[in-house]
Nanobody
Framework: QLRLVESGGGLVQPGGSLRLSCAAF????????IGWFRQAPGKEREGVAC????????YYADSVKGRFTMSRDNAKSTVTLQMNTLKPEDTAVYYC???????????????????????WGEGTLVTVSS
């Protein structure tokens, strides 16, 4: 079965860190642009971090720049999102998504072409609270 599975979410205090992982089952991530998205209650889904397949160019939303780092390991078919200095406003369900027809971070994160995305995970909840 072709699927993405996120893990690593949980409850953390402000200023803390979490490391999210996204694993692909049944397919390779080698040729896909990959994105981390989040959706908080009552808010629209937003692209948080994206990485291309060609040269591993990355994009980070202004709200997470300098605090989050995304990386990919094609050999293990996994991507990670290291989240540091977490803030209450980072609370959301985090999803990973792949797209082989999208080759730029703009198409994946900045102006997401959702219709061209291939797979989505079910999400992992991150709660930042004291």
């Amino acid at each position: 079965q072709l699927r993405l599975v996120e893990s690593g979410g949980g409850l953390v205090q402000p200023g803390g860190s979490l490391r999210l992982s996204c694993a692909a089952f049944g397919f390779t991530l080698d040729y896909s642009t990959i994105g981390w998205f989040r959706q908080a209650p009552g808010k629209e889904r937003e692209g948080v971090a994206c990485i291309t397949s060609s040269d591993s160019s990355t994009y980070y939303a202004d709200s997470v720049k300098g605090r989050f780092t995304m990386s990919r390991d094609n050999a293990k078919s996994t991507v990670t999102l290291q989240m540091n200095t977490l803030k209450p406003e980072d609370t959301a369900v985090y999803y990973c998504a792949t797209a082989h027809r999208i080759t730029t971070v703009r198409g994946m994160c900045v102006s997401p072409r959702y219709d061209d995305m291939d797979y989505w995970g079910e999400g992992t909840l991150v709660t930042v609270s004291s």
